[in-house]
């Protein structure tokens, strides 16, 4: 149950690093030629693809791991590991109930208003940029816990 516990928490690394270095890169990258719009529409697929992902995953490594260490003493880096995910899990869950909704509301408040977030007053723009900044710091908490989660569980089984 341990390998596969490590094959899981290996992918969720692989494809949260894939998804924010390497895909949302590439499609703003063409955001001239595609529209930044239309750009912010892929990334955004892309990302809530990608909360589901984190999100399942979390939840079957937080099964997994209870598992795993039922009836047995949870040594420190048992327990750090588990509230790193647990970490991730919560994120997750305020991204998805809480600040995707409000981003895809104001955008699309903005596009019926001004045409597109690009359009609108640098107020309205602000408001977008600071729900962003939210949603991308988060992203990094995600991806920060989940790495620290893989290198412990790495040093551990040394």
């Known amino acids: 149950m341990r390998t596969l516990w490590r094959l899981i928490l290996g992918c969720l690394v692989g494809c949260l690093i894939g998804v924010f270095f ?3 890169t590439s ?3 063409h955001a001239e030629e595609i529209g930044s719009s ?3 529409t892929i990334a955004g ?19 997994l791991e209870i598992l795993i260490r039922r009836g047995k003493p949870w040594p420190r880096a048992a327990k750090l590991i588990f509230a790193f995910l647990v970490v991730a ?13 409000a981003i895809h509301n104001l955008r699309s408040e903005l596009a ?26 988060r992203g990094l908490g995600v991806l920060a816990t989940a ?12």
């Open 27 to 29: 499609v703003f990258a």
């Open 45 to 63: 697929q892309m990302l809530g693809i990608l909360d589901w992902v984190v999100l399942i995953s979390a939840i079957v490594l937080i099964v």
């Open 112 to 137: 019926a208003q001004f045409g597109s977030v690009s359009a609108a007053p640098d107020a309205e723009r602000g408001r977008f940029g600071a729900l962003h900044a939210i949603s991308m710091l």
């Open 89 to 101: 899990l919560i994120l997750t869950i305020v991204e998805m109930a809480l600040i995707t909704p």
């Open 22 to 24: 390497i895909g949302t």
């Open 38 to 40: 239309m750009a912010g």
């Open 147 to 158: 790495m620290a989660a893989f290198v412990i569980e790495s040093l551990k089984s040394r």
